[in-house]
């Protein structure tokens, strides 16, 4: 049973990425969240490089908030990961919430990124 159901979200996964593709114009703002951080890049589909990364594991982001497990954490995630794109002169990207819900911490990234210009 457990074998059908990998299969079913590995066919469920694979659906969902083939619509999303970053090029380096328009970047995929990719995002992974795990129990205790969160994760955000800034890939380049064409040529495979990241262009940027940012998680709850930088030194000034753990060092701003209590818990890295917060919405609070992600929303500063989200900011860190526009300046940095800001750097790069990339102001579009396209936003991959990881075939999860566009809820709770994903969407304080999102509010994040937003809130320092990038347009997606």
């Known amino acids: 049973m457990k074998k059908k159901i990998k299969k079913l979200y590995l066919q469920k996964k694979k659906r969902y990425l083939k619509k999303i593709v970053g090029t380096l114009e328009k970047p995929r703002l990719s995002v992974f969240r795990s ?13 495979g490089h990241t262009l940027a990364c940012s998680s709850t594991l930088d030194k000034n982001i753990a060092l701003k908030v209590k818990s890295t497990s917060t919405k609070e954490a992600s929303f500063f995630v989200g900011e860190t990961i526009a300046q940095k794109a800001k750097e790069k002169e990339i102001c579009l990207v396209i936003f991959d919430r990881g075939n999860r819900p566009y809820h709770g911490r994903i969407q304080s990234v999102a509010e994040g990124a937003r809130k320092e210009g990038l347009i997606f």
Do not use: G, S, T
Not at 35 to 47: E, G, S, T
């Open 35 to 47: 129990h205790k951080h969160i994760y955000a890049q800034l890939i380049d589909d064409k040529n």
